[in-house]
């Protein structure tokens, strides 16, 4: 007669084995990304191309929006002084979207000033355009690479309940197992839309930054402008 104590001890023992086995059975982030199905390609593919678009973009963003403070105190000083030939070799030395943005100024600095201040808007939203050329790519890949994540996962259950249905066998081992593998596909699919989201946003609110400093750059320029002119006219 097996007596309730080597019952619990045997239980015991076979809990700690599969603890250990559990324990022992170590899965590389490799081959958990193998298990996630056919899908992961796609997502994979979206990846690379955001992170790719992040990089470049940020170069461009940071390149084209930076100014020396030198060029742009010397430029402010020609032109409120009204030198404009010195304005336009001190601007010379810079270079990337501001550059471009008041060259266009000093050229049309004899018309209106309403015309002068429509053409660095137009001259802005030009440079812009320029410099934000792709970035809607990394606002469609964060909402796409989610999406394809919950598709695999949804194909993958749907997988698991025919099996179930065929074989008539319902075993938490499969289902379970069934699962894990599938929610991969979601898991790898919000990551890669996470990253595409952030890094979207982080270039807008740069070129939001710059479209800022360039407004406030434009009306001190264009008060400097008016009073010359005011002071003239006296």
């Known amino acids: 007669m097996i007596s309730l104590t080597t019952i619990l001890q045997v239980s015991e023992t076979l809990h700690k084995l599969k603890v250990e086995d559990v324990a022992n059975h170590h899965l590389s982030v490799f081959d958990l990304l193998m298990k996630g199905g056919v899908i992961l390609i796609p997502i994979g593919i979206l990846s690379i191309i955001a992170i790719y678009l992040i990089g470049e973009k940020y170069y461009i963003i940071n390149k084209g929006t930076k100014i020396a403070s030198s060029v742009r105190s010397n430029f402010k000083l020609h032109v409120k ?118 890094g979207y946003h982080v270039l807008n609110m740069k070129l939001d930054r710059f479209i800022s400093f360039v407004e406030a750059e434009s009306f001190e320029i264009l008060n400097s402008v008016k009073e010359l002119r005011a002071k003239k006219e006296e």
Request: hydrophobic share 45%.
């Open 81 to 198: 002084n009204n030198e404009p030939e010195k304005a336009m070799t001190a601007l010379s030395a810079g270079s990337g979207a501001y550059k471009a943005i008041f060259t266009h100024f000093l050229k049309n600095l004899g018309g209106p000033v309403r015309e002068i201040e429509a053409e660095i808007e137009s001259v802005s939203n030009i440079e812009v355009s320029k410099l934000n050329q792709n970035l809607n790519y990394l606002g469609i890949i964060a909402g796409v690479a989610p999406m394809l994540g919950f598709i695999g996962t949804i194909s993958g259950i749907i997988k698991i309940f025919y099996n179930i249905s065929v074989t008539d066998n319902i075993s938490i081992g499969i289902i379970s197992g069934g699962l894990y593998e599938k929610m991969i596909s979601s898991g790898s699919g919000l990551i890669v839309g996470v990253i595409a989201y952030c």
